[in-house]
């Protein structure tokens, strides 16, 4: 079981160094997991720490391709909320 990070990772350096199985690496595009290494903290943590720590919704996927901070679990904004806001400001 790993996590992964995928391409809206803006490699902001964060989660790097919380890993406590050095699983993350500096790569071209973004920061990758080395799946063969990524325990998902077990053992470590209570929290898998790339996560806890990462500003990006949606940049953390699970092994099951789930989002770890889903759309809105950073901002506390629902996501159709901000569809809402979004429109409205391209209205004006
Ligand atoms: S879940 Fe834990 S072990 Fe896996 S990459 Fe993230 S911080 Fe490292
Ligand atoms: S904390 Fe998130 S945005 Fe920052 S480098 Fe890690 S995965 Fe990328």
Do not use: W
């Not at 806890?52 to 099951?64: K, Q, R, V, Y």
Request: aromatic share 4%; with cysteine.
């Amino acid at each position: 079981m790993a996590l992964k990070i995928i391409e809206s990772c803006v490699n902001c350096f964060a989660c790097e160094p919380l890993c406590p199985s050095k699983a993350i690496y500096e790569a071209k595009p973004h920061f990758l997991i080395d799946a063969k290494k990524c325990t998902e903290c077990e053992g470590d943590h209570a929290e898998q720490q790339c996560a806890a720590i990462c500003p990006i919704e949606g940049a953390i996927l699970n092994a099951m391709g789930e989002a770890v901070n889903p759309p809105g679990s950073l901002t506390g904004i629902p996501p159709e909320k901000m569809a809402q806001a979004q429109a409205e400001l391209r209205a004006h």
